[in-house]
Structure formats: C-alpha cells, structure tokens
C-alpha cells in the first residue's frame, strides 16, 4: 500500500482489509477510515479532522472513475494487490510532473482496476505539520512541460485500464476522460500562460536536465508558485472536529489501538 513516511497505520484494520481483499476479487483495494491530526513545532496535538473517503462499488470502470472525477477523495491510502499496486503509476523518466504521478494517476487507476472497499474503522492518521508541503496550484502549474506530459500519459493509462476493464472502444473512452478530467481540473480552454509559467518553460529550453529541479524549486519559492505552510493553512479549516468528538477520539484511539 501507499502511505508517507510520518503517518500512523492501525494494524487491526490492516488485516482486516488483507482478508477482505483475498476473498473479494473484484475488488482492487480495501481501507477504513483516515484522520489528519494537526502537530504544533513541539509535536504535540493540536486537533483532528476526518478525510474524506468512502466505498466505490460500481460495477462498471468507467462509472466508478466518473464517480471519483464528480467527488474526489484520496484513494491512496488503501491496501492493494501487488501486481495492480504496480500498474499505478507513472513510467515517466523526463518532464514528469510529481503531483499528478503520485497522486492523481493512482488513485483515479484504484477505481479503474476494481472496487473500493472502506470500513466503517480507523485506518490511518497522517500528520499535519510545518515541515510538509503541498503541490503547487493546478492553474500555476498546467501549462509546464512536465504537468502536460504527465496528464498526457494519465488519460492513456486510464482510458487503456477502464476500456480492458468494460470491454468498450479505447478512443472513445479516452476522448470523454481527457474532456471529465480536463474539467475538473479547470484546464479547458485556457488563456495564454501567465509571466511565471512563461519564465519557467524559457529557463527550461535554455539548461539542461541536471539543473531543471533548482530552477523549478526557485520558481515555487519566489516567483508565486507557492509553498503551503500546512499548521497555519489547517488551523483556518472549519472541518475540525468539536471537542466533544476530539476527547472521545482520543479515548477512543488509547483504549482500542
């Protein structure tokens, strides 16, 4: 399964999953239920909040893919088979983008693949800190070689699993994801790039492949493709949990896990 290096997983829910998933093959993945939990810079907790996350037990390929493009959560965190763990990501050597080949392809493929099966029990805790970053906007990003290259090679891999998946015509499979995915990605018809994404695509044509990753980190840092600041951005969240529900997690996690 995929899961960071500083998150918690509940080994309960873990074997539950791994025989779920060996008895039930039409299914591609098997999870519970994850909480972020939000750590000052002395590691300690400063609150929860619940991700979304749900079963998608659609028949079809297509419609559970559909169903994620019309209600995205993060798939990722969820107990696979190895062969269709591997097929997941991106075979991409140069102009990959790390956003869409982490994330997006995976978790879009996890539903092409099978069903989704999620338990009504804590799974993983990821935590939130000052010391993580998150991905650049998609707006400020869409236009670079790298993002391009990468969508170009999520929609073929997708449209490729679903149509082997639904027995249905590849060409039309992926002429209605690229325009679902491009939509939800907000990337159809855009506008000219803006003065950073120019910046960044000149630079790229006039140095070689060895450096391209400090260009691409001087741009984020100070040309406004931003780095997030994940305690502040998350302590202006509305999704907490009321401390009522705060103190019987907590209990809840000591006295079970």
């Known amino acids: 399964m995929y899961i960071c290096d500083d998150d918690l997983i509940v080994y309960k829910t873990l074997n539950k999953s791994i025989k779920f998933l060996s008895k039930n093959l039409d299914y ?20 929860f909040f619940k991700n ?26 969820t107990v696979a088979r190895t062969a269709d763990f591997k ?5 991409q050597k140069d102009y990959y983008d790390k956003s869409l080949g982490t994330e997006e392809i ?15 029990d804590l799974f ?25 290259n990468t969508f170009d090679e999520f929609i073929e891999i997708l449209s490729k699993k679903v149509s082997e998946k639904d027995k249905l015509d590849y060409l039309e499979i992926s002429k209605n994801l690229r325009f679902l995915l491009s939509n939800s990605f907000n990337i159809l ?34 040309l ?5 600041k994940y305690t502040e951005e998350f302590l202006n969240s509305d999704s907490f949990m009321n401390n009522k529900e705060f103190n019987f997690l907590m209990k809840h996690i000591k006295t079970k896990y």
């Open 189 to 222: 018809d855009q506008k000219k790039s803006d003065n950073n994404n120019f910046i960044y695509l000149f630079l790229l044509k006039l140095f070689d492949k060895n450096i391209k990753s400090k260009i691409k980190f001087i741009l984020y840092k100070y």
């Open 87 to 91: 097929e997941r990501f991106s075979k």
């Open 106 to 120: 995976p978790c879009y493929l996890i539903c092409a693949q099978g069903k989704i099966k999620i338990f009504e």
């Open 224 to 228: 406004g493709i931003k780095r997030y």
């Open 28 to 47: 591609s993945a098997v999870g519970g239920l994850n909480l972020s939990c939000i750590l000052n810079d002395n590691q300690e907790i400063l609150n």
């Open 52 to 77: 979304p996350i749900e079963s998608i037990e659609h028949n079809s390929s297509y419609d559970r893919v559909k169903n994620l493009i019309n209600n995205y959560f993060v798939t990722n965190y």
């Open 124 to 148: 993983v805790i990821r935590q939130i800190h000052n010391r993580r970053i998150i991905n650049p906007e998609i707006k400020l990003i869409s236009k670079n070689l790298d993002w391009k």
